[in-house]
């Protein structure tokens, strides 16, 4: 896997949902309400052979989700 298509990966699968999220928790604060639903894999909790690049992704919003619960 070249090192764009890596980055691509990543892009996608880990700074798409963080930056949707991004872009509600300003109207949720707000609102003192909402909900944030992501979906993982299997992937996030355990590398595979040949998926490096979405594994790592889903170990980052494993690990994202779990420290931005208790924030608020």
Wanted: overall charge negative.
């Amino acid at each position: 896997m070249s090192p764009g298509d890596f980055r691509a990966q990543i892009e996608t699968t880990l700074f798409g949902p963080i930056n949707v999220t991004r872009a509600v928790l300003p109207v949720m604060r707000a609102q003192r309400s909402g909900l944030v639903v992501t979906i993982s894999s299997t992937a996030g909790i355990a590398g595979q052979e040949f998926c490096t690049a979405y594994a790592s992704a889903k170990f980052g919003v494993e690990g994202w989700m779990e420290s931005l619960t208790p924030e608020e």
